[in-house]
C-alpha cells in the first residue's frame, strides 16, 4: 500500500503477507487442482490471489476497502479466471458464491484467505454450515485463535468447538511468524485448513439450528449440570421425560465437555421427541 501512497488500515486488519516463497506454501497446501474455484476472503494486494492462480484455480475476491479494490482491478481485472467485488465478507450472500464466481466450472470450491482477524470466528461461522456449496475452508488467522479452534485443550473447549467437529474435520497446517506479515501485527498467525464435510455425512438430518442452540445453552455454562443449563429451552415435565428415555450414560446431569459429540447428538433428540410429545399431549 505504501507504494500508491496510502497507509494500511488497522480497524480492516491490515496485516499483509509478501514472501512468494511463503504464500506459495499456503497455496500449496490448500492441494488445488486446475479448474478449482477459490472463493477469496480480503485478498489486499494480491499476493495470495497471485499464487492461487498460479496454481490453476479461478478467483472470485471479496474486499471491502474500495481502495484495494481499485489496485486489484487494475493488477488482474484482464483476467477471465478473476473477478473481484466490493463488499464486507459478513454480509455477503453465500448464495450467489457460485453464480457470482468468474468460472462456471464444476471444480471444487473453497473458501480461502489471510483473513483480517477481527472477522475470523464469524467467517469461519458462517462458511461451516455450506458443506453442499464449499469443500473447504483455508484461511491464516492468528496462532493462538488457531489452536483454540482446532486442538483445544480440554477446559478450553467451546460451543464453536462442537460447531467445527459436527460440520468439518479442522486441521492446524503450520505457523507463521508474526515478521513474516508487514505491517507486523502483535502475535503469530498460523495457517488452519477446515474440510467441510457433505450434509449426507452430518450426524442429524434436521433440527441443526436448535442443535447449535442447544450447544450454546451448555457450554455457556459449562461447570453446570446440562439439565440446569437448558432450563431455558425445555419445560421441566420435558426435561423429565427425556431423562427418563436416556440411559445413565448420557444423563442430563453430565456436564457438556462429559459427553462426545455422538452423546449430545443423541440427547438432542430425545429432548426434540420429548418436546413433541409434550406438545401432542397438550393439543389432545
Ligand atoms: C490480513 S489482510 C490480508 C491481505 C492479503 N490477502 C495478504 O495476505 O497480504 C486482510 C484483508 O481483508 C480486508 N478486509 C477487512 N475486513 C473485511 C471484510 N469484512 N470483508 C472483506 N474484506 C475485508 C482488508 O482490507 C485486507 O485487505
Excluded at 476472503?41 to 479461478?58: N, V, W
Excluded at 496462532?143 to 467451546?158: I, Q
Excluded at 513474516?180 to 438430518?205: C, I, K, M, N, W
Aim: charged fraction near 25%.
Amino acid at each position: 500500500m505504501r507504494n500508491l501512497g496510502m497507509l494500511p488500515a488497522k480497524s480492516l486488519g491490515q496485516n499483509f503477507l509478501t514472501d512468494d516463497a511463503l504464500l506459495q506454501s499456503i497455496a500449496a497446501a490448500a492441494r488445488l487442482q486446475p479448474g478449482d474455484r477459490v472463493l477469496e476472503i480480503g485478498p489486499g494486494k494480491g499476493s495470495l490471489t497471485q499464487q492461487l492462480l498460479q496454481a490453476g484455480a479461478s478467483v472470485l475476491a471479496v474486499e471491502k476497502d474500495a481502495r484495494l479494490v481499485k489496485q486489484l482491478q487494475s493488477s488482474y481485472g484482464q483476467r477471465a479466471d478473476f473477478r473481484v467485488i466490493e463488499e464486507d465478507f459478513l454480509t455477503l450472500d453465500l448464495s450467489q458464491a457460485s453464480q457470482l464466481h468468474p468460472a462456471k466450472a464444476h471444480g471444487r470450491l473453497i473458501a480461502a484467505g489471510n483473513l483480517p482477524y477481527y472477522i475470523t470466528t464469524e467467517t469461519i461461522k458462517k462458511l461451516l454450515p455450506w458443506g453442499h456449496t464449499f469443500s473447504a475452508l483455508h484461511f491464516v488467522i492468528q496462532d493462538d485463535a488457531a489452536k483454540r479452534l482446532v486442538s483445544p485443550d480440554a477446559s478450553e473447549v467451546r460451543a464453536i468447538n462442537v460447531e467445527i467437529d459436527f460440520y468439518s474435520e479442522p486441521k492446524y497446517l503450520f505457523k507463521i511468524d508474526k515478521a513474516r506479515f508487514s505491517p507486523e501485527p502483535t502475535v503469530d498467525g498460523a495457517l488452519v485448513h477446515f474440510e467441510l464435510r457433505q450434509p449426507s455425512e452430518y450426524l442429524l438430518t434436521e433440527g441443526r439450528t436448535s442443535f447449535m442452540k442447544l450447544v450454546q445453552h451448555a457450554y455457556l455454562q459449562r461447570r453446570k449440570m446440562l439439565r440446569k443449563s437448558l432450563e431455558s429451552l425445555y419445560s421441566r415435565a420435558q426435561l423429565d421425560k427425556a431423562q427418563e428415555r436416556l440411559g445413565s450414560k448420557c444423563s442430563l446431569a453430565a456436564r457438556p465437555q462429559e459427553l462426545s459429540m455422538a452423546h449430545l447428538v443423541h440427547i438432542f433428540t430425545v429432548l426434540q421427541e420429548a418436546k413433541h410429545s409434550t406438545f401432542m399431549s397438550d393439543q389432545s
